[in-house]
Antibody, heavy 122, light 110 residues
Framework: DVQLVESGGGLVQPGGSLRLSCVGSGFFFSNYWMDWVRQVPGKGLVWVSHINSDGTNTDYADSVKGRFTISRDNAKNTLYLQMDSLRAEDTAVYYC???????????????WGQGTLVTVSS | QSALTQPASVSGSPGQSITISCTGTSSDLGAYNSVSWYQQHPGTAPKLVIFDVSNRPSGVPDRFSGSKSGNTASLTISGLQAEDGADYYCSSYTTVTTVLFGGGTKLTVL
C-alpha cells in the first residue's frame, strides 16, 4: 500500500523552531514531487511548499517564505519541513502529500499523510 | 491570492444528486485544466476524488463526476449515500501560488 506517515508536530513557543518529517512507503519515493499542505482546525486547506523529485527545485507560499525550508532525503524516503521563527498563525495540522503522477507534471495530490498538529503558543 | 469560492454548505437526501461549485478567475481555474476535488471526513486526511477536471481515481465510485465551464468548476455526486457526507475542497493550479484551494463545502446527507 502507498503510505505517507508524518511526525514531528507538537507545542512550540512563538519564535521557536520545529522539523516535520514524512516517510513514504509502497512507491518509488525518489520519482515524485512532494508537497506540504496545512489546515487550521475547522478551516480550509492551504498549500505551503513543494519540492521536485531530486530536491533541486522548491517553492513556498508567501506566508512562510524565508521561515520554512522544505527538503528531502531520497535514500531514506523522507520529506522534511524545517519551520523557524514560528508564529501563532502557523498553528495547524500539517499534511504531506504526494503529487499524483511522476510521468508528467500534475497539480493534484494522492495520497495524503494523516497529518501532524503544530501548535505555536506561549 | 484569495481562495477559490465554494458554497459553505449543501445538502441532499439519499438517492438525490447534488452539485458543488468552485469559482476562480481567468488567472487560475479558468486558465488551466488542472482542477481537482478532495473529500475530507472529520478527523481524517483529505482524499482525492476528481483530478484534471473530470477524471476519477481508481476506487472512487462513478457517482462522483466533475466538470468545468469558464472560471467555474463543479463536482456532482449522484445517488447520494450517507457516507458521502463530508467536507469537499476544490483546488486549481495557479502560477501565483502553485496550488490554490477552495474554502470548502460541507455536504450534509439528510
Amino acid at each position: 500500500d502507498v503510505q505517507l506517515v508524518e511526525s514531528g508536530g507538537g507545542l512550540v513557543q512563538p519564535g521557536g523552531s520545529l522539523r516535520l518529517s514524512c516517510v513514504g512507503s509502497g512507491f518509488f519515493f525518489s520519482n515524485y514531487w512532494m508537497d506540504w499542505v496545512r489546515q487550521v482546525p475547522g478551516k480550509g486547506l492551504v498549500w505551503v511548499s513543494h519540492i521536485n523529485s531530486d530536491g533541486t527545485n522548491t517553492d513556498y507560499a508567501d506566508s512562510v517564505k524565508g521561515r520554512f525550508t522544505i527538503s528531502r532525503d531520497n535514500a531514506k524516503n523522507t520529506l522534511y519541513l524545517q519551520m523557524d521563527s514560528l508564529r501563532a498563525e502557523d498553528t495547524a495540522v500539517y499534511y504531506c502529500a504526494r503529487r499524483g503522477s511522476f510521468v508528467r507534471r500534475v497539480h493534484w495530490f494522492d495520497p495524503w499523510g494523516q497529518g501532524t498538529l503544530v501548535t505555536v503558543s506561549s | 491570492q484569495s481562495a477559490l469560492t465554494q458554497p459553505a454548505s449543501v445538502s441532499g437526501s439519499p438517492g438525490q444528486s447534488i452539485t458543488i461549485s468552485c469559482t476562480g478567475t481567468s488567472s487560475d481555474l479558468g486558465a488551466y485544466n488542472s482542477v481537482s476535488w478532495y473529500q475530507q471526513h472529520p478527523g481524517t486526511a483529505p482524499k482525492l476524488v476528481i483530478f484534471d477536471v473530470s477524471n476519477r481515481p481508481s476506487g472512487v465510485p462513478d457517482r462522483f463526476s466533475g466538470s468545468k465551464s469558464g472560471n467555474t468548476a463543479s463536482l456532482t455526486i449522484s445517488g447520494l449515500q450517507a457516507e458521502d457526507g463530508a467536507d469537499y475542497y476544490c483546488s486549481s493550479y495557479t502560477t501565483v501560488t502553485t496550488v490554490l484551494f477552495g474554502g470548502g463545502t460541507k455536504l450534509t446527507v439528510l
